[in-house]
């Protein structure tokens, strides 16, 4: 599905004790669900059916509107690109810097076959559609999550959703993809975005989320002009 939607989430970001979070390099941290809680003068970041996240990582000072404003024309247009790819919606969202980020949704029946976790020819298409934008993009971080439905015990989708986030990293890795810039974690069945006691609810809660978002080397460009 082609499509680019706008979601306003609010900002704040703090993770504690990801059990499934594995580190592919030091990049950026999402935390989700579970993981993130929030200030009260700060509030959750709200995504789909009031799912929590905070996105990136937070550089410890204020970012000016002319910073975000660069940045959030260069994550406009390549939203704009990577919504060309087949089989991928992207959004974009705001990080924990209040910043324009990227979230990239791959459907699992796209990527992976029923209850498999190596990538199909196809899938690895697209993933590589995916790379030549992230390799022209290298001020940024990765963040990777897999998830399933809910069909099997929750310790066998535990392993099978970071499975696949890691297969995707991993893939990643070898097109070229600095294994610093990425991060990715196991979300099990615990943050559906559609009603699993249906098939096409599970279809749709079986993907894997890719998020992409400044890191300080592209806030720094853009607060001196050379982005």
Do not use: W
């Not at 919606?89 to 810097?97: C, F, K, L, S």
């Not at 986030?165 to 991993?170: H, T, W």
């Not at 300080?216 to 853009?222: F, P, R």
């Amino acid at each position: 599905m082609k499509k680019i939607l706008t979601i306003l989430l609010c900002t704040s970001f703090l993770l504690t004790g990801c059990g499934n979070m594995s580190r592919a390099g030091k990049g950026a941290l999402i935390g989700a669900g579970s993981g993130a809680a929030a200030g009260a003068g700060l509030g959750a970041i709200i995504g789909k059916d009031g799912k929590s996240a905070a996105i990136g990582g937070a550089v410890g000072t204020a970012v000016g509107a002319a910073v975000g404003a660069v940045i959030g024309d260069v994550m406009d247009k390549k939203a704009a690109k990577m919504a060309e790819i087949e089989g991928v919606q992207v959004e974009t969202v705001t990080d924990v810097n209040g910043l324009d980020a990227i979230k990239v949704t791959f459907d699992s029946g796209i990527l992976f076959e029923t209850g498999k976790y190596a990538l199909t020819e196809a899938s690895k298409v697209s993933l590589s559609k995916f790379a030549v934008e992230m390799r022209d993009l290298p001020e940024t971080d990765i963040t990777i999550y897999g998830h399933t439905d809910n069909t099997g015990s929750a310790a066998v989708n535990e392993r099978l959703s970071l499975q696949r986030a890691q297969a995707v990293s991993d893939y990643l890795k070898s097109l070229g993809i600095a294994a610093e810039r990425m991060v990715y974690e196991g979300k099990s069945y615990t943050e559906p975005v559609a009603d699993n006691s249906t098939v096409e609810g599970r279809r749709l809660n079986r993907r894997v989320e890719v998020f992409i978002s400044a890191n300080e080397t592209m806030i720094k460009q853009a607060e001196e002009g050379t982005l």
